[in-house]
């Protein structure tokens, strides 16, 4: 018993490294088509837009500041797993660089997992740097420890994580037109509550879509901006972050089986 633990544990161990050195890849190829450096660069304006409005001459615009901070950060992250989403895969199978790797002793699981994680890599580098730069920024100016911004912000982050997983899915059979507008109706649905999709439709039409609805992710489950904006009267229930953050890691592992399941069966 104790040698096929020993085993199991050397073939997971030896899975989990090819997967890394994927994931190693991936970023190596992004450090050269200089991705960091443009996010580097956008976290320099938004730090110039930000000190180049008075946001914080009265309460209210503190405010007005998180409102618009958390909401155009939650955008980029979106824009940044769209982009990384459908140029990862499918420009690797277009240019039949995937076979360079699969004629290697490395399976189709190891392959896309590597991907996705390296190209996570890129969303909690934007999320990480936008974060801080806006904590810092409030006590710039405030004096105030906001650490929530920091879970308002990694919820953004689970939510890009699901897109990318979701457009990555996509991106094994679909073109990147097509993968874009897929994309964003899908995160459109995703938004919209529950009520609303009740109310814009009827009959059969109604049902289908409040199943499918129930079945997708609800993001706004995963946004806590207005809790931020009013958090001083009402502060957030820390159990509240903690479980939208295993609600989001759950989607996220369920497209990602789904990735592995179809990438597995594709012909190359």
Same mark, same amino acid.
């Given at each position: 018993?104790?040698?096929?633990?020993?085993?199991?544990?050397?073939?997971?161990?030896?899975?989990?490294? $090819?997967?890394?050195?994927?994931?190693k890849y991936t970023i190596d190829f992004e450090f050269r088509r200089f991705l960091p450096h443009?996010?580097?660069?956008?976290?320099?304006?938004?730090?110039?837009?930000?000190?180049?409005?008075?946001?914080?001459?009265? %309460?209210?615009?503190? %405010?007005?500041?998180?409102?618009?901070?958390?909401?155009?950060?939650?955008?980029?992250? !979106?824009?940044?797993?769209?982009?990384?989403?459908?140029?990862?895969?499918?420009?690797?199978?277009?240019? %039949?660089?995937?076979?360079?790797?699969?004629?290697?002793?490395?399976? %189709?699981?190891?392959?896309?997992?590597? $991907?996705?994680?390296?190209?996570?890599?890129?969303?909690?580098?934007?999320?990480?740097?936008?974060?801080?730069e806006c904590f810092l920024i409030v006590y710039f100016y405030t004096k105030k420890l906001v650490?929530?911004?920091?879970?308002?912000?990694?919820?953004? !982050?689970?939510?890009?994580?699901?897109?990318?997983?979701f457009c990555m899915l996509l991106s094994i059979f679909v073109s990147s037109p097509v993968n874009?507008?897929?994309? !964003?109706?899908? /995160?459109?649905?995703?938004?919209?509550?529950?009520?609303?999709?009740?109310?814009?439709?009827?009959?059969?039409?109604? $049902?289908?879509?409040? /199943?499918?609805?129930?079945? !997708?992710?609800?993001?706004?489950?995963?946004?806590?901006?207005?809790?931020?904006?009013?958090?001083?009267?009402?502060?957030?229930?820390?159990?509240?972050?903690?479980?939208?953050?295993?609600?989001?890691?759950?989607?996220?592992?369920?497209?990602?089986?789904?990735?592995?399941?179809?990438?597995?069966?594709?012909?190359?």
């Open positions: 018993m104790g040698s096929k633990k020993i085993i199991k544990t050397e073939i997971m161990l030896n899975k989990l490294g $090819k997967t890394i050195a994927i994931a443009t996010i580097v660069f956008l976290g320099l304006v938004f730090v110039g837009i930000s000190s180049s409005f008075n946001f914080f001459g009265m %309460r209210f615009q503190e %405010r007005v500041f998180y409102d618009i901070s958390l909401t155009l950060i939650g955008i980029f992250l !979106l824009i940044l797993a769209i982009s990384l989403g459908i140029s990862n895969i499918a420009h690797e199978i277009e240019r %039949r660089i995937v076979y360079t790797f699969l004629s290697k002793p490395i399976s %189709r699981d190891e392959y896309f997992v590597g $991907k996705f994680l390296g190209t996570s890599f890129f969303l909690f580098f934007a999320y990480l740097l936008f974060s801080i650490l929530i911004i920091f879970a308002a912000l990694g919820l953004q !982050l689970i939510k890009s994580m699901i897109i990318l997983a874009i507008t897929l994309t !964003l109706l899908f /995160y459109t649905f995703c938004e919209l509550s529950v009520l609303y999709v009740s109310t814009i439709s009827e009959g059969i039409l109604q $049902k289908i879509l409040l /199943y499918t609805k129930l079945f !997708l992710p609800y993001f706004d489950y995963l946004n806590i901006t207005q809790g931020v904006v009013f958090a001083a009267g009402t502060p957030i229930n820390p159990w509240y972050v903690f479980f939208a953050f295993i609600y989001g890691i759950c989607y996220i592992i369920f497209f990602l089986s789904l990735c592995n399941l179809i990438f597995s069966k594709k012909e190359l």
